[in-house]
């Protein structure tokens, strides 16, 4: 079998499970891996694609895609001294050779890589990658992050971030997809996987920024042990489409989670964020907020679920959605569920809005000197101010709030 | 002159009905004039129709301002030019600090045309300055210009607020809605301190420019504190009395039935 390390891997309509096993091995990876792959593909090829409503993946042709045989954009952004305290974020890849125990006990364990065809095909093709651990009762004021970009003439990325808090272990963690403009088609298919780990406390950011021409399909999930906290912030700006399946399961006693979601969907694109809010544990607590702006032929969807499990107690949960209407040509589409198989629920709240900028805001700003269009800019970046507001660095707020305005 | 606000026989309409049956008024510069009239009587609709707001639809007649007919203006041109509107309900805009707000404000109203803005933006400690003393006249807690602008305000700290974005524009005309409306005397006073110490440092420092007051009230209250020059009368949306700061009080003594009775008996 001819695989090189740098040279693509056929397309996909004539990749097989050998071609995936051959270069595993030549990458010297684990034979537990190798197996994972090869199940995945086999998962992969047999799977019927999914039913997503108001997902369209027609203009993607993804059976001409050439995959990358190993990693081609994983920018990570730390202070290497750090380690020290014994910290480790590194490439996925390094870290299944140096810390292979603790990649295998928690990857692929909190999304099931057989749920579908793509998450099957992200387990399947995985090369860019980080691990991040942080030990117990290690705090870190200074984020983490990790940049994944698509290579120039690239069509396709699988990037894999695998992130463990030990107990009372506390970081800011910030994940950036970004591109330029692809000529062809690209997929992008990240996988997240965190777990939190007792009375851990975690500020997420996850930051979608594609060029045009991108198809982003990701899974990402957050596991919650007793007394852990996260922030997490999602932001869509960029791609083609987007189909996120974002998972959180409250199983810990006492954890709890606030979530923010700053969508902004402009031109043709078509973003779509599906969060799953699992509550199972006993005194839980969750707060989501999020935020849509639609403009020209741009189309968002909201597709949440919170479901209050059996065995949780005293669940508090509040789900806040809010749209704004650029253009007439502009939608937006919002449903949100809520599955209730438990008597014992403290609170459960959910409150929506959506239009287009409220004129009276216009006339007010306006009657104060600053132009209507101006007056424009500045309605549309407070509306995710709250947002960019729980993001865990001041640079990143000023360039996503830069974005935004760039492209009213 | 002007600095004279001139409204010629004008007509509004909102949606289908009529509020503004020809309402002729002259406001002079360096003067207060009070505008008083029962509800729906037209009071409200003139000041918004002065400000530019694009619900009233002026189906005739004119409104000048610094030899301009300002109906063709856009309701930030308008502010540019020096008009200044206190509204009664000021409007809430979550995710924009008040000190943002402000700052935006006070450079559109210093950007000159075919001139890069950031060379005529006020400098950010001049503007925090500005900002801290502006605040400290209207007795208004500091942690206030990192709120979003009215989220949450009660009503007396949007009137505040009001006043302290008039303080700061300096305007040649102030239109003042009903600013008295939800404030206790405290209140009041520090607001009527606000616009009077307005107006005495134009007369002082600008006394080609002075800055003139129409304010509009239902209530004599707010005439004891801002002192009128001259009293106008709205009935019916039309003005149908004027005179000197004594109509006020006669007004507050026998009430809107007499005016309405006298506007009657004069075949008006």
Sequence with gaps: MDTHLNHPFPPLQALTSAHLEAAARANGEPEWLVQRRKDAWECFSHAAPPEWRRTNLKGLEPETIEPFAAPQGTGILWDETLAERGIIFSSLTAAVRSHESQVRATLGTAIDPLRHKFSALRAALWQDGIFLFVPDNVSLDIPLRVCYILADGSRAIFPYSLVVLGRGAKVAFIEEFTSHDAPAPALAAPTTEIFLGEGSSLQFASIQQWGANVYHIGGQSQVFDRDATSTWVSIALGGQVQHIEAEAHLRGAGSSLTWHGATFARKQQRLLTAPLLRHTGVHTESHLDFRTIVHESGYSVFDGMITIEHASRGTVTRLEEHSIHLSPGARSDSIPGLKIDTNDVAQAGHASTSGQIDEEQLFYMQSRGISRADAMRMIVTGFFEPVFDALPLEEVRESLSAAVEANL | ?268
Excluded at chain 2, 127 to 141: A, I, K, P, V, Y
Excluded at chain 2, 158 to 184: C, F, H, N, W
Aim: proline share 5%.
């Design chain 2, 1 to 268: 002159m002007t600095g004279e606000l001139v409204v010629k026989d004008v007509y509004v309409t909102v949606g289908t009905e009529q509020i503004l049956n020809g309402v002729n008024l002259v406001v002079r510069p360096g003067t207060v004039h009070a505008i008083m009239g029962p509800n729906g009587s037209g009071k409200s609709t003139l000041a918004n129709t002065i400000a530019g707001h694009p619900g009233y639809t002026v189906t005739s007649g004119e409104i000048w301002y610094q030899g301009q007919n300002i109906l063709e203006l856009e309701p930030d041109e308008r502010s540019k030019l020096g008009i200044f509107l206190a509204f009664q309900y000021p409007v809430a805009v979550p995710g924009v600090t008040v000190a943002n707000f402000l700052r935006a404000a006070l450079n559109a109203h210093r950007a000159v045309e075919g001139t890069d803005p950031k060379e005529t933006a006020v400098p950010i400690p001049e503007f925090r300055t500005m900002l801290r003393e502006g605040m400290q006249r209207l007795e208004m807690d500091q942690a206030f210009a990192r709120r979003y602008l009215n989220d949450g305000f009660s009503g007396g700290e949007k009137k505040r607020l009001e006043i302290l974005q008039m303080s700061m524009l300096k305007p040649g005309l102030a239109v003042l809605d009903e600013t008295d409306s939800g404030l206790d005397i405290d209140a009041l006073r520090i607001v009527a301190n606000g616009v009077n110490s307005l107006m005495a440092l134009t007369a002082q420092s600008a006394p080609n420019a002075r800055m003139s007051a129409l304010v509009i009230t239902h209530y004599q209250r707010l005439l004891n504190y801002i002192k009128p020059d001259v009293v106008s009368i709205m009935m019916d949306g039309r003005v149908v009395r004027e005179g000197g700061p004594e109509l006020a009080l006669e007004l507050e003594e026998k009430g809107y039935d007499w005016i309405r009775g006298e506007v009657v008996a004069h075949g008006e």
